[in-house]
């Protein structure tokens, strides 16, 4: 823990769809004291038997809100959630929800302009009030066209409808704010990944970050 104030070394895995998340975090099972959150898609896929990942696929302009809305709230339960190893690995962030899906939405329309807003509104105030620290950003960057490929190997059934293009808008919303820094909070320093490699290879890219994940020369 950090002795100052008995928080854990926190790191954000960040990356388009598909770009190999879960992966990541498993990569790091094999080491104690580390807790690794995945994100919550099987709480988005049934919140009291209500898919909203589904819905919001199907009817985007109809739950975009109530989707990011949720979103939100399991994201922020994850930032929050006490933790008890020196070391706590999350997927995702309340930052790529509003940087890359909820910009994403508000260009496509998807959102409509007062909708925006009270999103905004929401995540200036958890970004100011609630303390949702993180102290290192993974990027898994990749490819569209490698991860609209993967997307659609492994046929989740939700994500059948996600054009190409869709893909592509957010790899530009992850690099504007991870690469070109846009926006002008950046929670911490960003470590690029190149996870456009295939599962033989990708592993030797994890170890790249063990060092400044696990904090120790390895
Ligand atoms: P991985 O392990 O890199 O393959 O990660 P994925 O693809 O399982 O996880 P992620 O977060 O990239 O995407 C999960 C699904 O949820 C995907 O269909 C996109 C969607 N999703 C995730 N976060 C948000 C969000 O804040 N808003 C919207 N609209 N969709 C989101």
Redesign the pocket.
């Known amino acids: 823990m950090d002795s100052a104030n008995s928080r854990p070394f926190t790191v954000l895995v960040e990356?388009?769809?598909?770009?190999?998340?879960?992966?990541?975090l498993e990569h790091f099972r094999q080491f104690e004291d580390i807790t690794l959150l995945t994100?919550p898609?099987e709480e988005?896929r049934n919140l009291k038997g209500w898919n909203l990942?589904d819905l919001?696929?199907r009817d985007p302009s109809k739950w975009?809100m109530t989707?990011?809305a949720y979103?939100s709230l399991t994201?922020l339960e994850m930032h929050r959630r006490p933790t008890r190893t020196p070391v706590k690995l999350m997927?995702?962030s309340i930052f790529?929800?509003k940087y890359?899906?909820?910009e994403?939405?508000k260009r496509l329309g998807t959102l409509h302009p007062a909708q925006f807003a009270v999103l905004d509104e929401w995540f200036t105030f958890i970004n100011t009030e609630i303390p949702v620290e993180a102290d290192l950003i993974v990027y898994?960057k990749t490819t569209p066209s490698i991860?609209y490929d993967?997307?659609k190997k492994?046929a989740?059934s939700?994500?059948q409808c996600?054009p190409l293009t869709y893909i592509e808008e957010l790899h530009k919303l992850h690099e504007d704010w991870l690469i070109n820094r846009s926006h002008a909070d950046c929670p911490a320093p960003v470590l690029v990944l190149d996870a456009d490699l295939d599962l033989s290879q990708i592993t030797e890219e994890y170890k790249k970050s063990e060092h400044q994940i696990l904090r120790k020369a390895v």
């Open positions: 990356g388009n769809i598909g770009s190999g998340k879960t992966t990541f994100e898609v988005w990942l919001m696929y975009a989707f990011q979103v994201m997927e995702r790529s929800a890359c899906f909820v994403q939405m898994l991860v993967r997307i492994r989740r939700e994500e996600v």
